[in-house]
């Protein structure tokens, strides 16, 4: 247990970050989840609509350091692939 002021404020500050991470991260995993389910469904242009949320998930988390800026780099164009090879093998 913290006994320090210090250290109780920085108790409460992590717990304040790490739910908040957790919420980042689940909502990347949502999109892409979704994304892939629509996918896989053989609903491209669905898919397609749905891309830019999961842009806007993933340079969220980005921006606030919840993942690497590569990380988001890498899963946003394995998105577009997965969907741009769908819509072509369609």
């Known amino acids: 247990m913290p006994i320090t002021q210090s250290a109780k404020k920085a108790v409460r500050s ?3 970050k790490r739910v908040a991470n957790i919420r980042r991260i689940r909502a990347v995993r949502d999109t892409e989840k ?9 609903k491209t ?3 397609k609509a749905a891309l830019p949320a999961a842009y806007k998930a993933l340079d969220k988390a980005a ?7 590569n990380n988001a780099s890498r899963k946003k164009s394995r998105l577009s692939a997965f969907i741009k090879k769908a819509s072509l093998s369609k």
């Open 63 to 69: 921006k606030m350091n919840t993942i690497k800026e």
């Open 34 to 42: 979704e994304i892939k389910k629509l996918v896989l469904a053989g």
């Open 45 to 47: 242009d669905e898919a």
């Open 14 to 16: 992590t717990e304040k």
